[in-house]
């Protein structure tokens, strides 16, 4: 196999790096991203409801509009037969009754009777009334209707925004998801690469065994997955000589609880502060003392994993 290949070469592509860092920032995106889906499902139910109602009241209105012409359409033949039985005089000044009562109540039971005396005054002036009163309730219901029709306008939009808006976030939702999984399955290929090689150079000292350690924390932080096994060749003959709990690459005054642990601040560091792989410009860092035979020498050691 050939071991001679640069350090960049061995570092993860940055698309890969940045489908990293959003699944990181996401957290657990299948899990927020469900929730703002289930969020926006409700907004979804809620203005269908809504609508719904709307039309529901716009059906009740419209059958009592229907119903009401029917009364007025009823009352008209009445009031029509009623006249009919009335002198030429009494069923002129009746009209005159019925005109001005469409903006007056000024026709009152008396005044029916000096048109048309006894009962029959009376039950024009119940049936005009009546139908007056019909024709304001439906000039009401045509009004509310008008508001009812407004309300179904609104619904109907806010319905159509809360769709888009749970559409748009379905698809982000399966967008997530899917950087997830890809990052998910780059990772696993990726250790599943480098783990087995690691721990064949490590295989009989202290750091046996922790080669997916080493793998994960370098795909996850971006670092050339031979740098910190190497280092820790140099420093400590791997992990044999700390002078430091599981410090095994004479970082600072560090100490730890577990190889994996230190692995990953380890390689977290050398992200954060060496660029994540091995230049002379990191070696005069991290070995101020012989930076030249330092950098030699980690090479020299890379190039076996």
Request: aromatic share 6%; hydrophobic share 45%.
């Amino acid at each position: 196999m050939d071991r001679t290949f640069s350090s960049k070469a061995l570092r993860r592509p940055l698309a890969a790096v940045a489908l990293v860092g959003l699944v990181a920032a996401l957290g657990a995106p299948a899990t927020a991203m469900a929730d703002e889906v289930s969020r926006l499902q409700g907004q979804v139910d809620a203005t269908a409801s809504a609508l719904q109602a709307a039309k529901d009241r716009a059906v009740a209105i419209d059958s009592q509009i229907e119903e009401n012409d029917r009364s007025i359409d009823r009352l008209e033949e009445l009031l029509q037969t009623r006249q009919l039985g009335l002198g030429p005089s009494d069923r002129v000044s009746v009209n005159l009754r019925m005109q001005d009562d469409a903006t007056s109540t000024a026709f009152s039971a008396p005044a029916a009777e000096s048109d048309a005396t006894g009962l029959a005054g009376e039950d024009l002036h119940r049936l005009i009334s009546e139908k007056t009163s019909l024709e304001a309730t439906q000039a009401n219901l045509q009004s509310t209707k008008a508001q009812t029709q407004d309300a179904i306008d609104r619904a109907a939009q806010s319905l159509a925004e809360a769709e888009a808006a749970q559409a748009q976030a379905e698809s982000a939702a399966q967008a997530e998801a899917q950087a997830q999984a890809a990052a998910e399955s780059a990772r696993a290929a990726y250790v599943a690469e480098w783990a087995p090689r690691i721990d064949a150079y490590l295989a009989g000292s202290a750091l046996a065994g922790t080669g997916e350690a080493f793998a994960c924390a370098a795909y996850d932080y971006g670092v050339d997955p031979r740098f910190s096994p190497a280092i820790s060749a140099v420093e400590s003959s791997k992990g044999a000589k700390c002078f430091k709990a599981h410090n095994a690459w004479g970082w600072g005054r560090s100490s730890w609880g577990s190889w994996e642990e230190a692995i990953r601040a380890h390689v977290a560091g050398l992200a954060r502060s060496y660029g994540g792989e091995l230049t002379k410009g990191a070696a005069q860092k991290y070995c101020t003392s012989n930076p030249s035979g330092w950098y030699a020498n980690v090479s020299a050691q890379m190039a076996t994993i």
